[in-house]
């Protein structure tokens, strides 16, 4: 019987861009920074994947330039939805980031719906509409004209310069939760789900974008090219092996 083979030729000068990092995690803290996430972080590192969280940078009133910097450096992202993701501003502008990477760059994203339903990431609905209907309140600021009423409301009054995001933080959560991901059920235990994100990650994102890197302008590797081309395409079975320092 015959058997067919695909054959694919090296590439002689295209490669793809180089990444500081293979995958950027972004998160809420409070939730999970000490257990799901950073069990998840050991994971992927533990499978070889290069994998930022932003544990030592420094809190401001806006993004950071160097957080901004490490998504755009990254292959892939995975952004992992809990019950107060929406209520930071800080991760919300994350997750706009990380989207618009994915549409400028052509990064890779995918999704975590750990302890929330898609469907409430999707709609604002859950602990994601609560968090909408706090920031909503903001376009009510006009109406306070009045002193009482401005220290009744003063709780939310901070928020309300956020009102132009928030148009864009509900677009990025509708579009987030329409891409692919995993979802933790209730029950499971979440080493064998971690197990899952970590092994479907290196499948099916991180090991096809795993390529041979050659230089701008290989200089005498013209002639080793078209050998293993030559090996490649013929038709008796054989073995082609690589050496060298690989990154």
């Not at 058997?3 to 694919?8: A, E, F, P």
């Not at 070889?48 to 910097?69: A, M, V, W």
Request: aromatic content about 10%; some cysteine; hydrophobic content about 35%.
């Amino acid at each position: 019987m015959g058997q067919s083979k695909s054959k694919q030729n090296v590439a002689s000068t295209d490669h793809r861009n180089h990444y500081t990092n293979k995958v950027f995690l972004s998160f809420r803290g409070e939730d999970t920074r000490y257990d799901f996430t950073d069990h998840l972080y050991n994971a992927l590192c533990l499978r070889g994947i290069k994998t930022f969280r932003d544990d030592k940078l420094s809190r401001g009133e806006d993004i950071s330039q160097e957080l901004l910097k490490a998504i755009e450096e990254s292959r892939v992202s995975i952004v992992v939805f809990s019950q107060n993701y929406a209520s930071s501003r800080w991760c919300l502008d994350e997750l706009v980031k990380i989207l618009d990477c994915r549409k400028s760059k052509g990064q890779k994203f995918r999704a975590v719906f750990y302890k929330v339903a898609p469907s409430d990431v999707r709609h604002q609905t859950g602990a994601f509409g609560d968090a909408f209907a706090t920031l909503d309140q903001c376009k009510y600021k006009d109406s306070i004209g009045k002193w009482r009423k401005a220290l009744d409301a003063c709780a939310t009054l901070n928020q309300c310069k956020y009102k132009d995001s928030i148009g864009k933080w509900r677009k990025a959560l509708e579009e987030a939760a329409n891409l692919s991901g995993w979802t933790f059920e209730e029950g499971r235990y979440e080493t064998e789900f971690i197990e899952e994100i970590v092994e479907d990650l290196f499948a099916q994102v991180i090991n096809p974008l795993c390529e041979l890197h050659v230089a701008d302008h290989p200089i005498g590797l013209e002639s080793c090219r078209e050998e293993v081309n030559k090996l490649l395409d013929a038709d008796e079975n054989n073995m082609v092996g690589i050496w060298g320092l690989v990154e």
